[in-house]
């Protein structure tokens, strides 16, 4: 079987660092959580109320609060990420070996 050579296909493409915001957003809330808990077990407080419960209001608040301030910085992130994107050509190479179908 003779061997053709196609031509190396060529596009442009556009590269740039996009932040992930999942890992922001847990960031955010554990950030929150442990400003939470420095708030219900470091400072004094009533003592008609449970300092478990305490934190757990505290970090419902601080937790979703700090999820959001992560989130900000995410899409900050992405944003600056936009303005520092790249154009570049790249092209296809071709196989060396021809892919083999028998499942294998």
Do not use: H
């Amino acid at each position: 079987m003779p061997s053709e050579e196609t031509p190396a296909e060529r596009r442009e493409v556009t590269i740039r660092r996009a932040p992930k915001y999942v890992p922001f957003l847990i960031l955010g809330a554990l950030v929150g959580a442990a400003a939470a808990a420095v708030v219900a077990y470091a400072l004094p407080g009533d003592e008609s109320f449970d300092r478990g419960a305490v934190f757990g209001f505290f970090m419902v608040m601080f937790g979703a609060g700090g999820a959001v301030l992560g989130a900000a910085a995410a899409l900050i992130l992405d944003r600056r990420s936009v303005k520092r994107q790249e154009r570049a050509v790249v092209e296809a190479v071709p196989d060396s070996e021809p892919d083999d179908d028998t499942g294998q």
